[in-house]
């Protein structure tokens, strides 16, 4: 179906592109019979202007310089049926429009208004010519020839064809259409054109019609004001109506430019309003509007499609629906009925500048026909007034008229009795415009007419003459016209000769008594020094709704913070889903296209709106653990602190001197270094902590292993050294022989930590491996094989420790520790073998607390096996620690 009405549109086109070519073509014969006219004299009058008369509704007053108008005075006409066998008979037009006429009159007050200032075009009179164009673009189109080569009497050339145009502008028309049209063919001939109602974009093209000005606004700044409101109201998901003419095309084209490519929202459908009454396709339209989401309905048409779109609209009874009207329709008082109200009420539309022009309704009250009738060539358009508003008719009288009851005019009646619209000036819109644009040809003319000669913009610096005026010089002065209306406006044209846009916006209000009330809610206008400035006054909008407030019109709800937009395949743009943020990646605005990863130290907030630091983990002196493990090393530190203390008050006895007192004092010191260094195992890992924390737990332990290898060995000695022949083995095994083996033993373990130090020294990393929202701190060991060679030296020392020891667990009690020292050293080496795997497998600080927990627990198992019995001896049992006791018990055993 979209195929075939593009086919159909495109047709469209097509025809009315050849009506208009015809209509040139008519053109150029006309032209060309009137030049012809002066060679065949014998066939035609000798003037120049074109044969043949039109029987045009028109106007007309004369003066130096004449201005033509078209207006359309009648809403519709009748063609006879051409049968090319005889002249074919004039068109007649009915069903007369005031308000079409008010806008004539509207022009005929602005000359009139001009004619009586002494300050503009002071040496000057204008005079018009305004013709009705019967909303037929044939009828304007013969208008706008009439105009232009003089047709009537009054407004002939001379005898060579020089002098004062027919008219030297004409402003008008009312519609885009007859405007294309008819200013393809003035702008031939650089006739200037001011139109007060097409509002088409098209007419901005300069190449196309160079002659051709407006004081509306184009359509394209229409349709931006109309997205603004749009954007005001947050609708991003609209339908688009337009009618199937110039004008709606145009909007069309634009409104998906500026709206839908724009990224400014989306039109659900674009639906061509059909010419004339086609319920079918109607039917389809308004369907398509009733099964759609949308909320919001934007027409560019003239109120005649709305008539019949609302009927279809009423039938199948579609509400709840946010209008917006174009210029076209916003003011159309046949929409607004009880019978409409309950679809069309809170409409919100564009409507043209009102404005207010003083002296216009007295000047409207004095009309009469006795004022005009005595022309020669007819002022049918007052005549044709009168008898609508007063339902009478002028000699000669129709048939039966009088016999049917009928009135006779007698042009004496007076307009302040009757009820009419014409004389309501308080919502004057297109008559502004009429004024404006009468102003305008007349400011130019007069810039035109105050050029000094030799100083002018023509060639060889001329000026233009009244008496050999040429359109085209006025077009040079209507490009540069800038003055202000006595309301406050600004009139000037820009390059493609537009006026600078300002429009009303305008509300329907549905009152409770019924009656229907079109107020003024703000306006939406453009500065030669601005971009477009909406004002609207939202308190005072008139919302059709329950709720009283606008209305929501979104194809998808806004993605709220934490969330992406997702388009769904083979819709619009505005479709989409809410995908939440993955981990790790924020959005914190709304409807985000995409979702941002957090910095390196940070992470997302749980709802995906902003980014947090990570939490940072390591083993901290604040949490249980770390508390606990703090605890037990200083307890650890205390013990030996106080079993050296011990020890060192009971130097003199015989069990602690039969156990080398020396190897005993250095293994508690050494042994309260490995309680100490597990202290820096605990807090935030710092250089220097991750350097010290290894050489501290390998030296200290190997300090301590070396203790008790010298003291276990020291056991052998003095067991082998007992026996006959033995004596040499203390010799060779003396103190300093004890002391220089601990200093060796312990030397080498310091230098493998110089080493690793030296080569790959271990440092504070932030590990996000583990956790992707934590920092792990913690300490990289930097050589793995430093580590392990350090842990090899402690552990090949404690192995030979227990072998030794293990070897001389049955000696003689009184000289023997080897069973402490073997029990002791079984439990160090489950511990660090069960470390290895445990330390591998744990994460963050769980490896740290590893660590500690198996030096606390080795330092605890050494300082318990090899200072537990000796100390329960010396305080709880001293009848045990003299060396009878000792040497008895030796004897026993």
């Not at 003035?186 to 097409?198: E, K, N």
């Not at 709304?590 to 083993?619: A, G, M, R, Y």
């Amino acid at each position: 179906m979209p195929g075939l009405r593009k086919g159909v549109n495109r047709w469209k086109v097509m025809w009315a592109f050849l009506d208009i070519n015809l209509l040139l073509l008519m053109f150029f014969m006309l032209l060309y019979s009137c030049f012809s006219s002066a060679v065949s004299s014998h066939l035609y009058s000798s003037s120049c202007r074109l044969q043949g008369q039109f029987h045009l509704n028109g106007m007309h007053k004369a003066g130096d310089v004449v201005l033509g108008g078209l207006f359309g005075t009648h809403l519709f006409s009748i063609f006879p049926d051409l049968s090319f066998t005889s002249e074919p008979q004039q068109p007649s037009c009915h069903g007369f429009d005031v308000l079409g006429f008010r806008q004539a009159q509207t022009m005929a007050f602005a000359i009139d208004e001009i004619n009586r200032n002494s300050n503009l075009l002071p040496n000057v009179t204008l005079g018009y010519s305004l013709y009705d164009n019967c909303i037929k673009l044939r009828i304007g189109f013969r208008a706008a020839l009439s105009l232009i080569s003089g047709q009537e009497e009054q407004f002939m050339l001379d005898e060579t064809c020089v002098g004062t145009p027919p008219v030297l502008g004409i402003v008008g028309d009312s519609s885009s259409t007859r405007s294309i049209a008819i200013s393809t063919v003035l702008g031939l001939y650089r006739v200037p054109m001011v139109s007060y109602f097409a509002t088409c974009s098209c007419l901005s093209d300069r190449q196309k019609f160079p002659s051709f000005f407006r004081t509306i606004p184009s359509d394209a700044f229409q349709v931006r004001a109309m997205i603004q409101i749009l954007k005001r109201f947050g609708w991003t998901w609209a339908g688009l109506l337009v009618s199937d003419d110039d004008y709606g095309l145009h909007a069309a084209r634009s409104f998906q430019s500026d709206f839908v490519q724009s990224g400014e929202g989306c039109l659900a459908y674009l639906e061509i309003l059909p010419w004339g009454n086609d319920p079918a396709e109607l039917r389809r339209i308004v369907g398509v509007m009733k099964k759609s989401t949308v909320r919001v309905i934007i027409v560019f048409a003239h109120e005649s499609y709305m008539i019949d779109l609302m009927e279809e609209v009423v039938r199948q009874n579609v509400t709840g629906l946010q209008w917006m009207a174009s210029e076209a329709w916003i003011a159309a008082t046949v929409l607004q009925t009880p019978h409409l109200m309950p679809y069309l009420g809170g409409t919100l539309g564009i409507a043209i500048r009102r404005g207010e022009i003083a002296g216009l309704r007295e000047f409207l009250s004095r009309i009469r026909p006795d004022l005009h009738h005595n022309s020669s060539y007819g002022n049918s358009m007052v005549e044709q007034f009168w008898e609508y508003t007063f339902e009478c008719r002028f000699a000669p009288l129709p048939a039966g008229w009088v016999e049917d009851g009928g009135a006779l005019c007698t042009g004496q009646e007076d307009l302040e009795n009757v009820e009419t619209e014409f004389l309501d000036i308080s919502n004057l819109r297109p008559e502004y415009n009429v004024y404006k644009a009468v102003y305008a040809l007349a400011y130019a003319l007069d810039d035109m007419l105050q050029c000094e000669p030799g100083r002018g913009p023509f060639i060889r610096h001329s000026c233009a003459n009244l008496q050999r005026l040429e359109p085209w010089q006025l077009v040079y002065y209507l490009e540069k016209v800038n003055f202000t209306t006595p309301f406050g406006d600004q009139v000037s044209f820009d390059e493609n000769g537009d006026v600078l846009p300002i429009y009303d916006i305008m509300n329907w209000l549905w009152l409770p008594d019924g009656r229907t009330k079109v107020q003024n809610v703000g306006e939406v206008k453009r500065s030669a020094f601005k971009d477009e400035e909406l004002t609207i006054d939202e308190k005072k909008i008139f919302w059709n709704f329950g709720s009283k407030k606008p209305p929501r019109s979104v194809c998808s709800e806004s993605c709220p913070p934490g969330t992406r937009m997702a388009r769904r395949k083979g819709e619009p743009v505005c479709c989409f889903d809410c995908i939440p943020c993955s981990e790790g990646k924020i959005s914190n605005k709304t409807d985000s296209i995409e979702c941002t990863s957090c910095q390196e130290d940070f992470w997302s907030s749980p709802q995906h709106d902003h980014c947090v630091p990570k939490e940072t983990e390591f083993l901290s002196y604040h949490e249980p653990l770390g508390i606990c493990l703090t605890t037990a090393s200083l307890l650890g530190t205390f013990i030996c602190t106080v079993v050296l203390g011990i020890f060192i008050y009971h130097r003199r006895t015989p069990i602690v001197r039969a156990n080398n007192s020396e190897l005993s004092f250095q293994l508690l010191v050494s042994l309260k270094l490995c309680f100490l260094c597990s202290l820096l195992f605990i807090g935030r890992p710092r250089l220097w902590t991750c350097q010290l924390r290894h050489a501290a737990f390998g030296i200290s332990f190997v300090l301590c292993v070396s203790c008790i290898l010298v003291k276990t060995m020291v056991v052998l000695a003095v067991f082998k050294a007992s026996k006959p022949g033995g004596g040499a083995s203390l010799k060779w095994f003396g103190v300093l022989q004890q002391r220089g083996t601990v200093m060796v033993l312990t030397s080498i373990q310091a230098a493998i930590c110089t080493a690793w130090l030296v080569s790959s020294s271990p440092v504070p990393h932030k590990n996000t491996q583990y956790n992707n929202d934590k920092i792990v701190y913690e300490c990289v060991v930097g050589s793995t094989v430093g580590f392990a060679v350090l842990l090899g030296y402690i552990g090949l020392l404690a192995i030979l420790s227990f072998l030794i020891a293990f070897i001389a667990r049955n000696l003689p009690d009184s000289f023997n520790e080897a069973k402490l020292i073997t029990f002791s050293m079984l439990i160090f080496c489950a511990v660090w073998v069960a470390f290895v795997p445990a330390y591998i497998s744990s994460p963050g600080k769980y490896a740290d607390a590893v660590e500690v927990f198996a030096i606390l627990a080795s330092s605890f198992s050494l300082l318990a096996s090899l200072f537990g019995p000796k100390c329960y001896i010396i305080l709880l049992r001293p009848e045990r620690n003299t060396k009878k006791a000792i040497m008895g018990r030796g004897i026993q055993s």
